[in-house]
């Protein structure tokens, strides 16, 4: 099970992904399995050298009781020293950003976030995405209408 960052796709180019742990607390376990889960406008920053993502929205789970958590805390990620070397270096690079793409749950149960470094795209790249999105979908249209 993937709850994938759409958004974030098209509105940035990916130059190099992670896969990371996140602290979450007892109710955003059991949230993140039922799909409720929000990625508008979150991103990675760095705080006492430590990556914390900020506007992730875990929502409520519907049978907590008053240990509920808050939807919208902000969460530590859990990386290697040199892995939050490597991505402090290059994000001093003038236009990148380190964005959540997705979530999931992995064998042992644990959720994991894979984040990416990336830089935004520009008004044309979008226009051009839309454009090839278009002329995909008219050409199957043209192969279901001919198919049996």
């Known amino acids: 099970m993937k709850i994938i960052n759409k958004k974030a796709k098209f509105n940035f180019e990916f130059l190099e992904k992670e896969i990371a742990g996140i602290v979450l607390k007892g109710t955003e376990i059991k949230s993140i399995r039922d799909n409720k889960v929000n990625f508008n406008d979150s991103f990675c920053y760095f705080k006492d050298n430590e990556l914390w993502i900020k506007n992730l929205n875990i929502s409520e789970y519907f049978n907590g009781n008053l240990n509920n958590h808050e939807p919208t805390r902000e969460?530590?990620?859990?990386?290697?020293?040199?892995q939050l070397e490597?991505?402090?270096?290059?994000?001093?690079?003038?236009?990148?950003?380190?964005?959540?793409?997705?979530?999931f749950i992995n064998d042992k149960g644990f959720a994991k976030i894979e984040i990416a470094l990336s830089r935004g795209k520009k008004t044309y790249d979008k226009k051009q995405i839309i454009k090839e999105n278009d002329i995909k979908k008219e050409m199957d249209r043209e192969l279901k209408k001919y198919k049996f």
């Open 75 to 82: 969460r530590k990620l859990l990386l290697t020293k040199k």
């Open 86 to 103: 490597r991505f402090k270096s290059k994000l001093e690079e003038k236009g990148l950003t380190i964005v959540p793409t997705e979530i």
